[in-house]
């Protein structure tokens, strides 16, 4: 059975960092991805990786602050937050897909991926 387990989440002040992660088990994924949802908004789009090669995909809004990572070994997959702001704030989800496309940009789509996990609050505060 497939499963998601996100972990990290929690209170930092703005300008911090904070490290997500995301342990994966019960069958194979070809991409993993993040994706989040602030308060009265829709969830949306973070980052994604392959699982093999490690092909990444970001949102501009967090391009170049944050890093999503896997360790293959251990089945987990990260998000590296830096200089976080108070827009960041929001539930991150880790979400995994079975498909394999010719790019990595097709999990950048919600409906794209087939499993999802709990979610882990992030707060922001400026």
């Known amino acids: 059975q497939a499963q998601l387990v996100e972990s990290g989440g929690g209170l930092v002040q703005a300008g911090g960092s904070l490290r997500l992660s995301c342990a994966a088990s019960?069958?194979?994924?070809?991409?993993m991805g993040w994706f989040r949802q602030a308060p009265g908004k829709e969830r949306e789009f973070v980052a994604t990786i392959s699982w093999g090669v490690g092909h990444t995909y970001y949102a501009d809004s967090v391009k170049g602050r944050f890093t999503i990572s896997r360790d293959n070994g251990a089945n987990t997959m990260y998000l590296q937050m830096h200089t976080l702001k108070a827009e960041d704030t929001a539930i991150y989800f880790c979400?995994?897909?079975?498909?394999?496309?010719?790019?990595?940009?097709?999990?950048?789509?919600?409906?794209?991926?087939?499993?999802w996990g709990q979610g882990t609050q992030v707060t922001v505060a400026s």
């Open positions: 979400a995994a897909g079975a498909r394999s496309p010719i790019s990595i940009s097709y999990y950048k789509a919600e409906s794209r991926y087939a499993y």
């Open positions: 019960g069958r194979t994924y070809y991409a």
